[in-house]
């Protein structure tokens, strides 16, 4: 008896982008629209959707900031906020708390009794029911809002600093303060240009910083896949190696001091060596 065929995948990322973006942009950037994200911001958040992909086409990255070390913030993160503060991009905060009316049950109400014989017993009368949820909205975080779009980066955390920004970014589409999102992280494109870097230096722990356990497009797209964004309109978009602008005369700097494997692929929730927490300096955030 033959077997039964697999049965149809069903995903959320659309099936073409073509003609929403500029010339170039694809060599600059993956793109992974979800929900028709790109379509949205295209059409209706044309002016942030121009504005952000302008700043996006002329951004650009020194070999020697992918590495660079920062207690809070790298300096490709620093320099993302000097292109979109300027122009009313800001991090933005989310609080509130959740009330709840019960209509379909009743909260007991007794009525007093008339005094004398054949008195009816005490009655109640359905009446709605309140309850509150305080801080069911909770500091949620977005570093990039304007209008109803929401923009975050990540370029070297733990991965799981994805599963915030898609929590954060389906709450906010949640509580209808913004229509779509952006986030924006490195390709797998960039895995040569990091191998190269670890084999002419000498940073301490570099794939423990840098590798399988960080934030690389696979792991964001897993979680895309799995619904982890709920039903917020979400464009991903993937740095890759055009964007980084000095590499070639950097490696002529920089001779091979080593040949060792660096590795990005390791299976979701499998514990690996990269699993450790960062060191500071390598692994700063966003």
Known sequence: MPPEPEPPVISAEDNSTSGLFPKGFTDLYEVHSYRNAARILRYACEPEFNELISKLMGFRIKTADMVAGGKNKSKIAIDMDKLLHPLGWHETRIAGDLYIRLMGGSKPKAKKPKKGKGAPAATTEPEPYDFKIPRFVDGHKIDFVKERVAFDMEWNSKDQTFDRDLYAMRTFYDCNII??????????????????????????????????????????IYRMNAGRAGGCPILVLGIKPSVVSDFEEWTKAHPVKSIKPFEIEAPEGEETEDSEESEEGGGGEE
């Open 179 to 220: 229509t779509v999102g952006v986030l924006l992280t490195r390709s797998a494109d960039l895995k040569t240009l990091f191998a190269e870097i670890q084999n002419r230096t000498a940073i301490k722990g570099f794939k423990s910083k840098y590798g399988a356990s960080t934030t690389w497009m696979d792991k964001l």
